[in-house]
């Protein structure tokens, strides 16, 4: 188990020598890095998710804040280094309160330095994982015909059926996806159905959807978590399964949906890990809102200026997204996966799934 | 007015009894209500006290104590170390209505405003029934003398119901007792509020309160020094009306209208006496007795056409911009201003009336951001209570734009709202108020547009002010970017890398890229006695010891070129200069001038000076400007834009 992490350090002292070399140079340190935001992703033809593009964005020491934000760059590159050399690792909660001790150059909360995490990640090209970091979230649930292979924390490999070894809260998928920690054995399945809120995920269980139709639910628990989506990614790919994305019907939705399917905005240095780009998107769509006459919410101020964004946003260009998002403009309306249950507790899976998996051509 | 409204009561004594008089003009003279009445007694005792402290050069401690009984009969007791009253004139003073001693005289003074202490101890007898007491002591080593009386209102003459010789303690002084019909309850805010406005406007007082439930509240004096005394004067030409010109001219010793110009009024010397008979096209010569009304007419025209010098303004006894500054800093402690400013008009004159207008903002701290801002008025130290809204000082201010000096204002115009105070103080030797309540002074022109100067400097000053806050913020994050945080980081990225700590001097001239001037103010107490100061009276150098302002100003070369330039450092006119170093170029009444050498990149000049004749913290922000650089390189320092 023991790692090579020579590069990991050989490019944080990069940082620092990129720091002290300006100094040296009188010149005012400063740091480049590909501006994180909307306007600046570009679809990757040779990978087939959406990266960053050419724009920099410039940390440098010559405004107070960018100072600070040197400064912490710095120990938070220092702190990384001890992390590898002890062979530790952290969460990113952890090294928030660590950096409390870091006197002037504490955060002033935990966004600031899980958003500084990212920023080394796109600096260095390692993920989080190299820096020894790793999130608080708990990982999401998985149920369906699946057998997984695990590593546990005494080292033994164990296999997981995500049926008959898991109960009705299904497999928990850890924080370390990669071959590493987990493996992929034996699938029986036609495919993954990757699925927004709690409440939904529940009740496709307590139907027995993953044996009637033989899928593999996964919850994405909102936006999705970094595990989540590479558990998504590799079993894709492993498996070759179709991966279908079941939410609400709201642009936050769509969001979630982009962020498995293009790559998300925030982690796009890394979106060739994380992105499926086969995944679809099942519904709930404005569509469905006419064709299955749905209850609905008025659109806030706030929906429609997120789903107004997305019409600029690079990743919904196709047509597709521009009609839905359109539509659900004109209609002014939301609506939620539970809405289903205007109809009865057995109308998802027995006439809403079935319809749009057959309309797709997941199933006849 | 106040000569009309005599003139007029005079006619009316022979019908009517002074208590009917009283009785019908009730509202006017400030008596309207119990609440006002509390408010004008205490007032006309007070304004009489500092009056007769001021005229006899004593440090004025007055002492106002309120007992209430039931029955809303409240005992008001005023009394003053001033010189105390002469027996004989005991009865006039108190017992006979619009006795006064300063209706005619032209000269600054509060008793102009009142209709007198008489007019306490009558409405107290109509009220009440009871008689008034009047201790008065004028020598150290004499008793006091022991008066009381009542009005005989037909007569419009005192009753001396008793007079008698006691031992008092004070060297010499008033003490004035009545017994009135009043509001206590209601009364008690204006009391309070008139007390401390008085002493805003009077430093040099000292005032004790104390309330019918025994708590005493103490306004303190801020300054040793006296006003200066005013002088009566001769009318100033400009405005004087065509009547009183005619009646001066009769009046006259003067067989010559150029000598009875130059003898009768102020401000005219000889070439401008020339001057106005060239322009009437009047013989110098002329009998001024002998003149026609033409010729008066002509004469009349002449004066507004003629540049004559502004009156003396000997005659004024304007506050002072630091003063002001420091009582009302004093007074609003509580309130923890953010800062105050003050600005003082030259005197000016409206119909041949001298005057002078000083103005002062108090702003920021608790006072309260919603409401409009409170307005003060005072008018020859006397506050004005009432009829805010008839008064020019209100419309004078409502209509300045407000806007753009950080307070809220409907339209741009109006009485703006925000956290702030705004006094008005109007200096003259007749205040023309708009009515006998003398609560509201008269819609004159020349008074609104020096109070609108007066309060555009003020304003101009809180938005100086607002600009430095903001500058001194940025200079203040620069300097800890280049003090704290960057030797941080070459201090963490060489031990990284177990490399030597790099110098920084040249990475710091980088990143300020400019002259960065920072001062600091402190202040030494003197035991000697204080150097010599322009505020005070000869009279009344008698401090001990006093206050040194200290600055040092830092000026840092962070431009990568060396630099020269000019510095100059503001001071208040009533300061004086002690010692400077290095040594200046130049030095007014307004500012220090220094022609600095050469300084180098990351080079640093410190430069100091002192200044006396100040308390501490009058003085509290330099002002400093520099010359011969591009002032957007310079943190610290505006333009000089001359003298
Ligand atoms: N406390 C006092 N001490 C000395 N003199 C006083 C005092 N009160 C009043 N006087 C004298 O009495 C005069 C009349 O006072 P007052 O009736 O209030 O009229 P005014 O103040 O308008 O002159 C004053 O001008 C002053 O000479
Ligand atoms: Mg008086």
């Given at each position: ?101 870091w ?12 958003s ?5 990640e ?21 149920i ?9 924390r ?68 909102g ?63 404005p ?35 521009k ?18 249950a ?20 997941i199933?006849k | ?23 019908r ?21 007070v ?111 005192s ?112 070439r ?38 502004a ?5 004024l ?7 002001i ?19 003082s ?14 103005a002062g903002?108090v ?10 801002v ?49 006094l ?9 108020f ?24 003020c ?27 960057l030797p ?52 009344s ?81 330099n ?21």
């Amino acid at each position: 188990m023991s790692r090579d992490y020579t590069n990991v350090i050989n490019s944080i002292n990069s940082i620092a020598s990129k720091v002290y070399n300006d100094l040296e140079s009188s010149e005012i340190p400063n740091l480049k890095l590909p501006t994180r935001t909307k306007s600046n992703i570009q679809f990757d033809d040779k990978l087939n998710v959406w990266k960053y593009g050419k724009n920099m964005t410039e940390r440098s020491a010559k405004s107070l804040d960018g100072a600070y934000m040197m400064l912490r760059t710095m120990y938070m590159v220092d702190f990384i280094k001890d992390m590898i050399k002890a062979n530790k690792s952290s969460t990113l909660r952890e090294m928030y309160y660590i950096s409390e001790g870091w006197d002037l150059a504490k955060f002033n909360s935990q966004p600031e330095s899980d958003s500084l995490a990212e920023d080394l990640e796109v600096i260095t090209g390692c993920m989080r994982e190299d820096f020894k970091l790793r999130p608080e979230e708990d990982g999401a649930r998985v149920i369906g015909n699946l057998t997984i292979e695990e590593v546990t924390r005494n080292k033994t490999k164990k296999k997981i059926h995500c049926q008959d070894d898991v109960g009705d809260s299904g497999y928990s998928i850890p924080y370390n996806v990669e071959p590493e920690k987990i493996s992929f054995k034996g699938a029986d399945a036609d495919f993954i159905l990757a699925i927004e809120t709690g409440g939904m995920f529940d009740r496709l269980v307590e139907n027995g959807f993953d044996t009637s139709n033989r899928a593999i639910l996964v919850h994405l628990k909102g936006q999705p978590a970094r595990s989540t989506r590479r558990f998504i990614k590799r079993l894709n790919k492993k498996k070759k399964l179709p991966v279908l994305v079941f939410t609400d019907c709201d642009p936050w939705s769509y969001r979630i949906f982009g962020s498995v399917a293009y790559g998300a905005i925030k982690t796009a240095h890394i979106s060739e890990y994380l992105a499926t780009p086969a995944a679809q998107y099942l519904g709930v769509t404005p569509s469905d809102i006419e064709n299955y006459k749905l209850p609905t919410d008025k659109l806030t101020k706030e929906d429609i200026n997120a789903l107004k964004s997305e019409l600029s946003d690079p990743r919904f260009q196709d047509s597709f997204w521009k009609h839905e998002i359109k539509l659900q403009l004109s209609l002014g309306k939301k609506s939620e996966q539970q809405a289903l249950a205007k109809y009865g507790l057995d109308y998802v899976t027995e006439t809403y799934l079935p319809e749009k998996l057959a309309e797709m051509g997941i199933k006849k | 007015m106040a000569e009309a409204i005599a003139h007029e009561l005079a006619k009316k004594q022979k019908e009517i009894s002074v208590a009917e008089f009283f009785e019908r003009n009730k509202h006017i003279l400030g008596f309207g209500n119990p609440t006002r009445a509390l408010v004008t007694s205490v007032k006309e005792g007070v304004d009489n006290a500092l009056d007769a402290c001021e005229e006899s050069g004593i440090l004025p401690d007055i002492y106002v104590e309120i007992r209430n009984h039931e029955d809303g009969e409240n005992k008001l007791i005023i009394e003053d170390n001033g010189p105390g009253i002469v027996k004989k004139q005991i009865p006039h003073i108190f017992g006979r209505l619009l006795y006064g001693s300063r209706f005619h005289a032209i000269q600054q003074s509060r008793g102009q405003q009142g209709i007198g202490i008489s007019a306490v101890v009558l409405y107290g007898q109509l009220t009440t029934g009871k008689h008034a007491k009047v201790i008065s002591k004028i020598q150290e080593d004499r008793p006091a003398t022991i008066t009381e009386l009542a009005i005989d209102t037909n007569k419009n003459r005192s009753d001396v119901i008793n007079r008698d010789i006691m031992h008092w303690d004070k060297p010499s002084g008033t003490r004035f007792e009545v017994s009135i019909v009043a509001d206590y309850k209601r009364g008690k805010r204006f009391v309070f509020e008139y007390l401390q406005s008085v002493s805003i406007v009077n430093p040099h007082a000292q005032i004790t309160f104390k309330e019918p439930d025994g708590s005493e509240h103490l306004f303190e004096r801020t300054t040793d020094m006296l006003p200066r005394k005013s002088v009566g004067i001769k009318p100033h030409p400009y405005g004087v009306e065509l009547g009183t010109l005619i009646k001066l001219a009769k009046n006259t010793k003067s067989r010559k209208l150029s000598s009875f110009l130059k003898s009768e009024f102020s401000s005219m010397g000889d070439r401008t006496t020339k001057a106005v008979c060239e322009k009437a096209q009047l013989d110098k010569d002329f009998n001024p007795k002998n003149m026609s009304r033409e010729q008066f007419l002509a004469l009349h025209k002449a004066f507004k056409k003629v540049k004559i010098m502004a009156p003396t303004t000997e005659c004024l006894s304007p506050i002072g911009e630091t003063l002001i500054k420091r009582s009302l800093k004093h007074e609003t402690q509580e309130i923890s201003p953010e800062f105050i400013v003050t600005a003082s008009r030259p005197a000016s004159v409206y119909s041949g009336n001298p005057f002078q207008i000083e103005a002062g903002i108090v702003y920021g701290g608790s006072l309260p951001r919603d409401n409009s801002v409170k307005l003060m008025r005072f008018a020859n130290r006397v506050p004005l209570l009432y009829q805010q809204g008839d008064c020019v000082s209100t419309s004078a201010i409502s209509s300045i734009d407000w806007r753009r000096y950080g307070l809220d204002q409907s339209s741009g115009k109006g009485i703006p709202s925000g956290p702030a105070i705004f006094l008005t103080h109007i200096s003259s030797t007749l205040i023309p108020f708009t009515s006998e309540s003398k609560e509201a002074i008269a819609d004159i022109h020349e008074i609104e547009s020096e109070i609108k100067l007066a309060f555009r400097e003020c304003a101009r000053k809180v938005q100086r002010h607002i600009h430095k806050k903001i500058r001194r913020a940025k200079t203040r994050e620069k300097f800890e970017l280049i003090t704290k945080i960057l030797p941080e980081i070459a201090k963490k990225s060489s031990n990284m890398l177990d490399k030597p700590t790099p110098s920084l001097d040249k990475v710091i001239t980088k990143i300020m890229d400019v002259v960065w001037i920072e001062d600091i103010i402190e202040y030494e107490k003197t035991s000697s006695k204080p150097v010599q100061s322009t505020l005070f009276d000869e009279s009344s150098e008698k401090r001990e010891g006093g206050w040194i302002t200290k600055s040092t100003v830092m000026v840092v070369n962070y431009k990568n070129k060396p630099q020269k330039f000019n510095l100059y450092a503001v001071i208040p006119e009533d300061a004086v200069i002690g010692s400077v170093t290095p040594q200046p170029t130049k030095i007014t009444d307004n500012y220090i001038k220094w022609n600095l050498d050469t300084i180098i990149p990351a080079d640093k000049r410190d430069i100091y000076f002192e200044l006396a004749g100040l308390d501490k913290e009058d003085f509290d922000e330099n002002d400093l400007y520099v010359e011969n650089i591009n002032p957007s390189y310079v943190i610290g320092a505006d333009k000089w834009e001359g003298d």
